[in-house]
């Protein structure tokens, strides 16, 4: 597509539920990241997948959080038996390269409300 | 672990007038990229000017442009004849080159207002 698109837009979940959101890449970009903004914060980095290459976990705050990658395209990230401390706008991004100069192309995000 | 610093929680501005966002960072590497972003109420993070850390001049993207002090560890942003639509979150973030790190590191943020 012409841009990063991210589903749902907004998520409301009662605290203990799980959720899933997605991402879907721009074709052909390689790099796929997972960003957290907290309300008033700046993006906290999550996880990194790069081609075919094991992703960059080491953002991920708790095992209640994965992520996974189909190829080169849609990403989903998990979070289990949510809490309210996961509230947050979730912004996924894609690259061409991961190394390049051209920074990411980020989604409008997920914002994720926990009650 | 490299950090970027924002120390300007908020910014005003009139409109038609300039205004400069600043931005520190350290890190050991000697080549890296940076970045500002603006974020407007749509959430969408949108890139407003890079710069290599190997060049000397200073990025000029219209009417943005930054003053890249690499001793200083510095990176501000300066916007003239401001406009309504530059009422935004602003970013400052940081990238090495190569390798597998690659993530964008954010500083925390300022909220520019843009006044009439």
């Known amino acids: 597509g012409a841009g990063v698109s991210q589903s749902p837009s907004n998520k409301v979940t009662e605290k203990g539920k799980d959720v899933e959101l997605r991402c879907d890449p721009i074709?052909?970009?390689?790099?796929l990241y997972w960003y957290r903004q907290r309300l008033g914060q700046g993006l906290e980095f999550l996880i990194y997948f790069q081609g075919n290459s094991a992703p960059d976990k080491s953002g991920l705050p708790s095992d209640r959080f994965s992520a996974e990658r189909t190829g080169e395209s849609v990403s989903t990230l998990t979070i289990q038996r949510t809490q309210q401390e996961d509230s947050a706008v979730y912004l996924c991004?894609?690259?061409?390269?991961?190394?390049?100069?051209?920074?990411?192309?980020f989604g409008s995000g997920t914002r994720l409300t926990v009650v | 672990a490299q950090t970027v610093t924002q120390s300007q929680p908020e910014m005003s501005v009139q409109e038609a007038e300039t205004v400069t966002l600043s931005c520190t960072y350290d890190t050991s590497e000697s080549d890296y990229y940076l970045f500002w972003y603006k974020q407007p109420p749509s959430r969408q993070m949108i890139l407003v000017i890079r710069q290599e850390a190997y060049k000397q001049q200073n990025a000029t993207e219209n009417r943005f442009s930054v003053n890249f002090q690499k001793a200083a560890k510095s990176f501000s942003l300066k916007i003239s004849d401001s406009q309504l639509g530059d009422a935004a979150m602003y970013f400052c973030a940081y990238r090495r080159i190569g390798g597998t790190a690659s993530k964008l590191t954010f500083g925390t943020g300022t909220r520019l207002q843009v006044t009439l």
């Open positions: 991004a894609s690259s061409f390269l991961s190394g390049n100069y051209y920074g990411y192309t």
């Open positions: 074709s052909g970009h390689t790099a």
